[in-house]
């Protein structure tokens, strides 16, 4: 479960997350031009993708095993060379689904451990889906009688929530591959921190094709920046472009209910690999992660969730966000976009919103929507999909636990279908 910023109602206190990243081949440390052919972009339509949430569903209530996947948020996924895809997620509920009733009538799947008390929380898995398009075997870590994260919580405490991921070189020139999966870095913290203070992005190593983890390196280091809201941590979007990976970011102020979004490069080959990131400075690359400055800054009616995504649609790249310069609960129920004709913008918008649909729910006021996420190896017929995660954010001091585990649907992801195309003049 990610960080709840505040949002501007009286009612409830929000979620928001995203991923994926667009980069450009540059020179030295210029910016990327502009393509003389880019125009504005924005989403013009969209539909629910009932195909990939039922199949999310159906993996999730199949008791088959009860050490898999029920339920999780923190959607992405990467595609693998041989045809299937790793869909990674954060704070996941593994054991037993129940059919309705539930324990006091309810019409809902239900979920309880494998001794029927209360599920445990593990703080982030892997599921591999099927070329076939099926999720087929969750990777998780610990024992097979006790169940942990597949990326082990830090020595000390504190978390790894797992966001974009790419396939690439081992180093660069290598025709041997690996995949690497950018993971954000969170110690335990108090009050806007319930959920962890950022401290810094890591980078996983797994093998291929059995997707072992190899190891876990440090990339950027926060931890001396002192205010916790201006730390930035990167990896909500991570894409390959020409010889370079194009690696987004976001800071977390818990006064504001936006972010600004930030930009990195790695050449390709280098992810796990501290000394080959830059950072945009507002002008050029910097090797110092402190002189980074916003490529989009939030404020006003601008800004971004603490997890977005970006696609490249033409010569245009789109970023997708949760609406969280809008009014009231907009950043917890309504996606917007952004364009550009250069990862460092600048980023025109927002443009438009669209309101995803949620599963029904006796109090829907306090069912959010949050991490809007694009997952391009999926696009057919023109359409993009995109994953947003669900959850129960009730009132302050209300444990969303026994909703989302007495109404599995309220804490799984579901898909759309959005489609492309030029922005009105």
Known sequence: MFRAPPIRTTTVAGLLLLTAGLGWPLSQDTAPGSRPDCTGRRIASWSADVRHTADFTRYGNDNTRLDDWTGADGTHSVRLPDGRTLWLFSDTFLDRIHEPPGPHGEGHHWRTSGTGAAPLLRHNSAVVMARSGRPERTLTGGTAAA??????????????????????????????????????????????????????????????????????????DQTAVPDPGRRVLYGTAAVRDGGWTYVFGGDDPPSSPA???????????????????RFWDGARWQRRAGRARPVLRG?????????????RDGPA?????????????????????????????????????LTPPRPPAADPR???????????????????LLSYDINWLGPPGVPPGPRINGDVELYRPRFLRVRLAPDAP
């Open 366 to 384: 306090y069912v959010a929507v949050y991490n809007p996420q694009a997952h391009p190896a999926f696009t057919a017929d023109g359409g993009l």
């Open 317 to 353: 790249w789109v970023l997708i966000t949760m609406d969280t310069g809008g009014d009231g609960t907009a950043g917890l129920r309504a996606v917007t976009s952004y364009w550009s004709c250069a990862p460092q913008g600048p980023w025109r918008g927002p443009h438009g919103r």
């Open 147 to 220: 169940p942990g994260p597949f990326f082990p919580d830090p020595p000390g405490g504190g978390l790894r929530w797992p966001v974009g991921a790419r396939v690439e070189p081992r180093v660069p020139g290598a025709t041997r591959k690996v995949v690497r999966v950018l993971l954000w870095h969170r110690a335990p913290g108090a009050g806007p921190w319930i959920f962890g203070e950022p401290r810094g992005t890591e980078v996983a190593t797994l093998s291929l094709s059995g997707l072992h983890l190899e190891g876990i390196t440090e990339t950027v």
């Open 259 to 277: 972010s600004s979004a930030f930009l990195a490069r790695v050449p390709a080959g280098r992810l796990a690999d501290p000394g080959g990131w």
């Open 299 to 311: 404020g006003g009616r601008r800004g971004v969730g603490s997890a977005f995504t970006v696609v």
